[in-house]
T-cell receptor, first 117, second 113 residues
Framework: AQKVTQAQTEISVVEKEDVTLDCVYETRDTTYYLFWYKQPPSGELVFLIRRNSFDEQNEISGRYSWNFQKSTSSFNFTITASQVVDSAVYFCALSAGYSGGYQKVTFGTGTKLQVIP | EPEVTQTPSHQVTQMGQEVILRCVPISNHLYFYWYRQILGQKVEFLVSFYNNEISEKSEIFDDQFSVERPDGSNFTLKIRSTKLEDSAMYFC???????????FGQGTRLTVV
């Protein structure tokens, strides 16, 4: 079974503050992929990043960075110098267990981030 | 940039009616998916589709639901005899292969009254 836990339901920060969104996952598979998606108030799902289980290098993309630690089964997401446009619900997700050519993404419950101007 | 397109963006239907949600996946993608998100809740997997057949489905995807790729471009989700609890945002997604990310459409908000 796969499970993704995002313990933070809602976070509020003041603009320009850094914020880290936590994600803990569970899977018995040794091969898996982790994702972050952003869902702005308009409702669409915007892909942010995908990491596979064999690549533990941290990644930075502009103001976004991700910290993947297999030892703690965590894949945390940090936004530096937050902006109002970052206000959204952020979902961490997991895909594991490939058999016969199918894929199923398990989403966490999401963290709602509010950036206050 | 290629994108997944869903129509309509919002559909209102009466309980008991059948609805068809339509999706045009990205053209070179081979795997297609439907997910749903009940308002304020997490996104849930419904079904994946490859090579003109269902690859996997969740426990949510019961006999009330069906999927079809009627032609070379469309991918549809049919809900027979809708219930109030079917009200949700339905997302279509597609991917090149099983181990690449799925790109999501804008979603169709289904309201059952």
């Amino acid at each position: 079974a796969q499970k993704v836990t995002q313990a933070q339901t809602e976070i509020s920060v003041v603009e320009k503050e850094d914020v880290t969104l936590d994600c803990v996952y569970e899977t018995r598979d040794t091969t898996y992929y982790l994702f972050w998606y952003k869902q702005p108030p308009s409702g669409e799902l915007v892909f942010l990043i995908r990491r596979n289980s064999f690549d533990e290098q941290n990644e930075i993309s502009g103001r976004y960075s991700w910290n993947f630690q297999k030892s703690t089964s965590s894949f945390n997401f940090t936004i530096t110098a937050s902006q109002v446009v970052d206000s959204a619900v952020y979902f961490c997700a997991l895909s594991a267990g490939y058999s016969g050519g199918y894929q199923k993404v398990t989403f966490g419950t999401g963290t709602k981030l509010q950036v206050i101007p | 940039e290629p994108e997944v397109t869903q129509t309509p963006s919002h559909q209102v239907t009466q309980m008991g009616q059948e609805v068809i949600l339509r999706c045009v996946p990205i053209s070179n993608h081979l795997y297609f998916y439907w997910y749903r998100q009940i308002l304020g809740q997490k996104v849930e997997f419904l079904v994946s589709f490859y090579n003109n057949e269902i690859s996997e489905k969740s426990e949510i995807f019961d006999d009330q639901f069906s999927v079809e790729r009627p032609d070379g471009s469309n991918f549809t989700l049919k809900i027979r005899s809708t219930k109030l609890e079917d009200s949700a945002m339905y997302f279509c997604a597609s991917s090149v292969s099983i181990n690449t990310e799925a790109f999501f459409g804008q979603g169709t908000r289904l309201t059952v009254v």
